[in-house]
């Protein structure tokens, strides 16, 4: 009885887990565009085929001479490509490294955000005589 409760959650999840790759890729799209990437539509027949071509969501680099140009294609949500110069490719990788350590920073913010908690509260970690996690001193948790 129980089992059959779990198998109504996983249609759930997975169209969650769906619609969070899909923003995932809108969002990453969005910063695309603000680091000075141009949408390029796959709007004729020619240019879908190019388009399936390539692979999805990933960096290619194109070099003509010394010009130096960064290909997305994205087939699944906005059926494009997003084409930039060697500056646009910087500047989005410059983005994404202070948007890492922004996260890091707002993270190791929040671990520290409550110092009044009790960590008495859940237990010895370990140390001495009586701590540890078996039956007595000479538990498990004392490397026996």
């Not at 890729?25 to 603000?34: C, F, G, N, R, V």
């Not at 913010?109 to 996690?133: L, T």
Request: one cysteine or more; charged letters at 20%.
């Amino acid at each position: 009885m129980k089992r059959s409760r779990y198998w109504l959650f996983l249609p759930v999840l997975a169209v969650s887990g769906c619609m969070s790759a899909q923003q995932e890729i809108t969002q990453k799209e969005d910063h695309l565009a603000a680091a000075g990437f141009i949408l390029k539509p796959a709007n004729t027949p020619e240019r879908a085929a190019m388009l399936t071509r390539l692979p999805a969501h990933r960096f290619l680099r194109r070099d003509k001479g010394d010009l130096v140009t960064y290909v997305y294609a994205d087939p699944t949500v906005c059926d494009c490509l997003y084409v930039g110069s060697q500056q646009a490719y910087a500047t989005y990788r410059a983005n994404q490294q202070a948007q890492y350590l922004a996260d890091e920073n707002r993270m190791t913010a929040e671990s520290y955000e409550d110092s009044s908690w009790n960590w008495g509260m859940w237990g010895p970690w370990g140390g001495g005589p009586g701590y540890g996690y078996g039956p007595g001193w000479w538990g498990p948790g004392m490397g026996w």
